[in-house]
């Protein structure tokens, strides 16, 4: 695992790693010379001595301390270099991972999964791989010289300081072992009881509406009791095994104590060799009394370690070896077929054609399959047969980005940033410049509202900034598709309502960006899209009807009944 996780490290991230534990070994090595430096003193009575060879030790001392202090404050920074440099890493390869992973990779649950990973994970292999490592290996250095040098002082006794180690790491690593069995009652219960406690959270006014929920209330006091119970159970279990591995690792230094004592009162000892080996086997002990530390820290990290790594090795969207690119812009379905994994819908044999310059609108009744036709073509999802054309390169065949650069995307959840409006727009094209940045907002019927605005175009919107209607955030993100300039546009058309002077301004904007442009409109007001160049009509995952508006209408099909609906539904709301 230690091998798998100094893997996340670059090259220079593990020479910090490597300079780190030197600075610590070293600083630790001078800690130990500095007291073997006065067991000498002691021993040989050196306080006798001249004044000028006292003066040499205290310099030495001094120096000592000097060197230690310098050590320690290049391995305080090292580590912390280190830390940072796997953060920045792994952070980095998330991002761009995640760009390069269809859209079936982000199903509700792992986003909650990947704002986790990215947040607390990665900290954590920060904390561990960054700081934790050189301390350890440090310890586990130092032990080993000092092990080896108390070994040459004295054979018999350094066996008497390690007697009792290996019975006292075997409980350890037993009773540890317990303990991750308790653990995963424990987390399975926690997380029980969290998704409960959401629901609950999620249900009050439906509680509150319909007098108090009893069953509910039972259900979450009996989680609550069933984690209480689980957690107390491996408390137990580690007090234990904390408790009897205290008990032999203490008797291993009462042993060598023991033994020193005896080997002194028969003369088999000098006592300067007694002194160090009680001195030093502190620094010997030292890793072996961590170990439930470093066990602790791994099985955390290891958690960790296997969520980011899900994330690193997951599978991304294949990739064109030698990309092509498309010259024109009309686009092609050709019978396409699509299902997604979770539930029954399929795209079934869908074949169609957008000439360039055209706008084309799906209609269809909710859950036919328009968003899914569009989100094809965006390569959120691949399809599983038949091909998607663009100037007849097929979208599989083209460079991600390249197909990207060519579609502007206008939907109707519009992402803005808690950035300037500025910002948000030129987010259709990092290189506009501040005039195209206005012109587009203009064409997009959205300057007059900025630059009403306290700060004008510097004004913060989005998280802790100034909020937008629905309205105003569609017409920003028109406002980028004009900066992007790109020859495709697909739009999903608002289904909630807006004000008339919001729906008057969004269609003129709109009718500006489709100009010159091949358009994909997912369309729900039908009476938006009359004028349309074609509309196909989609049902259950088939394309059923296409043509133009009046066409349509004189077909008795699927088109012209959903029209009626939606004109008897207005005739419904005037009468109210
Ligand atoms: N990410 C997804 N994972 C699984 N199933 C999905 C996903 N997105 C859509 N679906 C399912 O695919 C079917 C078609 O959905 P789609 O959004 O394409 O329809 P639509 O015609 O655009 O509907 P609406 O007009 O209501 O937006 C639906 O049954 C929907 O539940």
Known sequence: ???????VLTVKGKAMIAAATLAFTMSGLLSTYLMYVIVNVINQGHIDRSRSEMTVLCMLLFAILLLKAGLVIAADMTKHFAGFAVVAKVRESIIRKLKRFSLAFYSKERLGEISTIIHK???????????FFS?????????????????????????????LLPIAVLMLVLGLKRSLLLQKQTNDDLVDMASLFIEYVRSIPLIKAFSE???????????????????????????????????FFELAYAVMMIAGAVMLYYDMLAIKTFLIFIIFSHEFYKPIGKIEKYWINFLQVKDSYQRVSKILEAPEMSQIQVPQKAGTFEIAYEKVNFAYASNEFALKDVSFELPQG??????????????????????????????????????????????????????QQVVIF??????????????????????????????????????????????????????QRQRISIARAFVKNAPIVVLDEMTSNVDPVNEVKIQRALSTL???????V???????????????????????????HESLLKREGLYRQLWQVQASAKEWEFSM
């Open 1 to 7: 695992m230690i091998k798998q996780m100094l893997n």
């Open 121 to 131: 994970d990665v900290d954590r292999l920060e904390s561990l791989v960054g700081h």
């Open 135 to 163: 301390v350890m290996f440090s310890d586990i250095i130092i032990a080993l010289i000092l092990g080896v040098w108390l070994f040459t002082q004295s054979l018999a006794l350094g066996l008497a300081m390690i007697a």
């Open 213 to 247: 929920n009893v069953d509910f209330e039972e259900k979450l006091q009996n989680s609550i009791r069933k984690f209480g119970t689980s957690a107390k159970k491996q408390s137990k279990a580690v007090a234990i095994y904390v408790g009897s591995f205290s008990i």
């Open 358 to 411: 055209s706008i084309t609108a799906l209609v269809g009744p909710s859950g036919s399959g328009k968003t899914t036709v569009a989100n094809l073509l965006l390569r959120f999802w691949d399809n599983e047969s038949g091909a998607i054309k663009i100037g007849g390169v097929d979208i599989r065949e083209m460079d991600y980005d390249d197909l990207l650069s060519n579609i502007s995307i206008v939907m």
């Open 418 to 471: 808690a950035d300037s409006i500025y910002e948000n727009i030129k987010l259709g094209n990092r290189n506009a410049t501040r005039a195209q940045v206005m012109a587009a907002a203009k064409k997009a019927q959205i300057h007059d509202f900025i630059v009403g605005l306290p700060n004008g175009y510097d004004t913060i919107v989005g998280e802790n900034g100034v909020g937008l209607s629905g309205g």
């Open 514 to 520: 489709a100009k010159g442009r091949t358009v994909m």
């Open 522 to 548: 997912i369309a729900h007001h039908l009476h938006t899209i009359r004028s349309a160049d074609k509309i196909l009509v989609f049902n259950a995952g088939e394309l059923v009807e296409q043509g133009t």
